[in-house]
């Protein structure tokens, strides 16, 4: 047997099958794999184009999350990557696979939930396809245009630039171990999950920051990317397309209400667990390279989402530190 999608993960997958297509061309800005949309140009225009694809029993449960929740989040997580880039959404394109046995109230209230997150953005839904399935898929392919600051990359940043993030972080992957646990009779998480009920809300349905995007684009920002895989990871993404190494608070990076406790009641089970807040995905909070001579027009910008400063981009000759303590450091490529 050869390789398999396990032995290559997501990342090298996205790689090699890349290598099997056409990616470039003239109108492309940027193109697959680099980023957290494409960008292309068309005639006088800039176009934001992202995808992605939610499948029960993989990016959703049913039981944590009604449908319109569904519909909500899998709109949402689109309208985010065009929000890292500092973009306004416009137009999507709406693919549902279900099982024959679906009842259709099952997809009319997946579809109020699509429908009340495309209203609160301002997004039309243009077209699409609905088939039949093994289980329920949603699929949504999103066009954008920039902010008048242009197209904001992952690989803007500057060497002296601050690592930033919006609001706080950690809620979205606390709730799901929560209500994963209180399913099956945790008492304890049952009983965080009353006393900090935006843990599982943060879950069921995040929010977008296009607001604070396009904000933070115009006033100097210049560098995004929004937290989906998990804070960490997400901002290693930026020191790399960048090009540069830099420094990580963790202690400064912001945690939503009720992640400190939801962290010690993981920790009680799970000893090696580190923080939700660091390695939790589904936040949909934006970090961004900051300028020092820039924080704070571009802090009042987003306002009244709170930005926070948690570390800076800077060549240092330490390895990446795994223990959570002190500064997380990391040599990036000259």
């Known amino acids: 047997m050869g390789e398999t999608l396990g032995d290559l993960g997501e990342f090298g997958l996205i790689s090699r099958l890349l290598e099997r297509v056409p990616v470039r061309g003239d109108a492309v800005v940027v193109g697959p794999g680099a980023d957290d949309a494409a960008v ?80 609160a953005q301002g997004v039309l ?18 066009l954008g245009e920039p902010g008048s600051a242009g197209p904001v990359t992952r690989g803007g940043a500057h060497e002296g ?21 209180g399913e099956d ?9 009353a006393r900090f009920p935006g843990l599982a809300e943060a879950h069921r349905r995040p929010i977008a920051r296009v607001r604070e995007g396009r904000a933070a684009a115009e006033a100097g920002a210049r560098a995004m990317i929004d937290v989906s895989d998990g804070f960490s990871q997400d901002a290693r993404h930026l020191h790399e397309a960048s090009r540069i190494g830099g420094g990580l608070d963790p202690d400064a990076v912001p945690r939503a209400e009720g992640v400190v406790e939801a962290d010690a009641w993981m920790h009680a089970r799970d000893p090696v667990h ?31 989402t709170a930005l926070t400063v948690v570390g800076g981009f800077e060549f240092v000759q330490l390895a990446l530190e795994e223990d959570g303590g002190g500064w997380d450091s990391f040599k990036g490529p000259r």
């Open 40 to 119: 292309v140009q068309v005639g006088d225009r800039s176009l934001i184009a992202t995808a992605d694809l939610s499948i029960e029993g993989r990016h959703f449960d049913r039981r944590f999350s009604s449908p319109s929740d569904i519909g909500w989040k899998a709109l949402t997580v689109n309208v985010s990557d065009i929000a890292a880039m500092g973009g306004r959404p416009l137009w999507a394109l709406l693919s549902i696979g279900a099982p024959a046995d679906t009842a259709v109230e099952v997809l009319e209230q997946l579809y109020d939930g699509i429908a009340e997150a495309a209203r």
């Open 125 to 142: 839904i243009i077209g699409g396809d609905t088939v039949g399935a093994d289980v329920l898929v949603v699929s949504v392919a999103l």
């Open 161 to 181: 630039d601050l690592l930033c993030v919006t609001g706080a972080l950690g809620a979205a992957a606390a709730g799901l171990a929560l209500l994963r646990s």
């Open 274 to 304: 580190r923080s939700f807040a660091l390695n939790g995905g589904d936040d949909y909070e934006l970090i961004m390279a900051v300028p020092p001579e820039v924080l704070e027009a571009v802090t009042a910008a987003v306002a009244p």
């Open 185 to 193: 009779g945790d008492g304890e998480a049952r009983a965080l999950l």
